[in-house]
């Protein structure tokens, strides 16, 4: 129960992190005249955050193992569909000075990189204690 | 017999488990060390690499502009604030007469429309091929080719369309080369020669811009730069510039620069002093830590001893588990501060609004090393004290105490 609330803290973090960043935190540029690439980015990125949000959730309501190593292999996509948006899908502005391209950027692959390797890690680990688990009630099931 | 080395490594290991909340404290404590470290000597580099650009790249010994423009030049080359002034070109044979004075060059300063090229307005530069001696030997190191008309050289912070073009004042231009970065304000300029200069000063004209005044790229110059002899003082040739020509600024780069560089030295020998503040109370924190543990864990050593293990089989066991505390947390504290330093690097430069330039690799690979050695042996040395001590305990008295 522990390591399951840790790690669903842990992605309702980023989650909320991703989605509202590029919003409130680290926002990228202010929409002037006409609506630039980087505001579509910061549209997109709260939809993958929110989701990454609720993967959180799920993982910590749902006790199954091997619910949880789906769930996780879920957020390692999420979390590179979250890298492609700002980075090849849509993009940030060009000007090398812009907000977007100085701070919300690099925090959005930070963040997505974070969510990446931390599914992973977790559901590696998810798969380990599966694959234990099994053994364990083998033995269990033989004489 | 000798006990296998993996087996210490093994029991360290189970001991730093079996108390994971003491451990996790240790490691986030030299974890912060690792990041003050790795961090702060890469700032500091970056900062000191910047300000060395900057001097290089400033090229001209005395910059002439018109009064009250100085704060202006200094905008534009500091801080890539695009602006624009002129005066009389027939200023600059006058300037060249001077006493002290080796070369001149004069240059065309416009600035390019926000929604033109850039989304915001850049500082475009006319330059003289003929006599320039500032910005082709620069260009020289991306481009081996002659500047023709029409060409644009850009500076490292503008990016070009994707055909290789820039638009100005509605017409496209091809981009020959972009230069390397400088951390300048000049990295955000666009470069060009006299003829190129002309066709955009119309260009503007025609677009309706009237920002330009009456000035003319061929009777007018924004700044003369000078180059003078080696013999003579800059401001003494300053003295007798002022004494040829009149309504005029002249700005000593030397000089501009030595204010920041005065600021920035300070900056950075905080920083440094700041690491090491750190390191060393990171020291006093760990060994405060170890003496507490390691004397929790007496009568544990002291079984060990019962069990056959020998006084150096301790030391050695208290040192790898201190090693294991500071690799971790070097390793970790680095990796957060690389985190933060690269990808923000042009961030962190911008808020700053100091000459900021990423080191090079092999630089980077050095205080890399660095940081991972004084993070590697802040462990070890602070636990080796302790290690000797509990080694040399009688272990019927420790047994025995308490009872």
Redesign the interface.
């Given at each position: 129960m522990k390591n399951r609330l840790i790690s669903g803290i842990f992605f309702i973090i980023l989650g909320l992190l991703i989605g509202l960043g590029p919003i409130i935190l680290f926002p990228v540029c202010r929409v002037h005249t006409t609506i630039m690439k980087c505001f579509w980015t910061a549209r997109t990125e709260l939809g993958i955050g929110i989701l990454t949000g609720i993967f959180g959730i799920f993982l910590i309501i749902f006790p199954s193992v091997q619910l949880r190593i789906g769930l996780s292999i879920s957020l390692v996509l999420n979390g590179i569909l979250g890298l492609l948006v700002p980075d090849i899908l849509i993009g940030v502005c060009d000007g090398k000075h812009m907000s977007c391209r100085l701070l919300t950027l690099p925090a959005l692959n930070i963040l997505n990189m974070a969510v990446i390797i931390a599914a992973a890690v977790n559901g590696l680990s998810l798969y380990q204690t599966d694959k234990r688990n099994k053994e364990m009630k083998k033995r269990q099931v033989e004489p | 017999m000798k006990q296998p080395s993996f087996f210490l490594m093994r029991m360290s290991v189970c001991n730093l488990k079996r108390k994971i909340f003491r451990t996790v404290c240790l490691i986030f404590l030299v974890a912060v060390l690792g990041f003050t470290l790795f961090g702060g000597f890469i700032l500091t580099s970056s900062l000191k690499n910047g300000m060395a650009s900057m001097k290089n790249r400033l090229g001209a010994d005395l910059m002439v502009v018109p009064k009250g423009y100085e704060k202006k030049t200094e905008g534009i080359l500091l801080k890539g604030d695009p602006n624009y002034f002129y005066f009389n070109q027939s200023l600059v044979p006058k300037i060249a007469q001077a006493e002290g004075v080796l070369q001149v060059t004069g240059q065309f300063f416009l600035t390019s429309l926000s929604e033109d090229c850039?989304?915001?307005a850049v500082q475009l530069i006319g330059f003289n091929p003929d006599t320039d001696f500032v910005i082709q030997p620069w260009i020289s190191k991306t481009y081996s080719g002659f500047v023709e008309d029409g060409q644009l050289i850009i500076g490292s912070?503008?990016?070009p369309e994707k055909d290789n073009t820039l638009i100005l004042f509605g017409k496209s231009y091809p981009v020959a080369a972009q230069l390397e970065k400088t951390a300048t304000g000049l990295d955000?300029a666009v470069f060009m020669n006299m003829n190129t200069m002309q066709r955009l000063f119309f260009d503007a004209k025609k677009a309706g811009i009237n920002f330009l005044a009456e000035q003319d790229p061929q009777k007018s110059v924004s700044t003369v730069l000078v180059k003078i002899d080696k013999n003579y003082d800059p401001k003494v040739v300053a003295q007798n510039i002022y004494s040829f020509v009149s309504d005029i600024e002249v700005i000593i780069p030397k000089i501009m620069l030595n204010s920041i560089s005065n600021n920035l030295e300070s900056l950075v020998v905080y920083i440094r002093i700041l690491a090491f503040l750190l390191w060393f109370l990171s020291i006093v924190i760990l060994t405060i830590l170890f003496s507490v543990t390691i004397h929790e864990r007496k009568k544990e050593f002291a079984l060990l001893r019962v069990l056959g293990a020998t006084r150096k089989k301790l030391i050695r066991i208290i040192l790898t588990e201190s090693l294991y505390v500071s690799l971790l947390g070097g390793i970790f504290g680095i990796i957060l501060a690389s985190?933060i330093v690269f990808?923000?690097s042009?961030?962190i430069g911008?808020r700053l609004q100091l000459p900021y330039l990423q080191p090079q690799l092999d630089v980077i690979t050095d205080y890399l090393i660095l940081s991972l050695f004084f993070t590697f042996i802040t462990g070890p040395l602070s636990s080796v004290a302790f290690a000797l001590k509990i080694s040399r305990a009688e272990t019927y008295i420790t047994m025995r105490k308490g009872e």
């Open positions: - | 850039c989304t915001v912070d503008i990016t955000y985190m990808p923000f042009a961030y911008d």
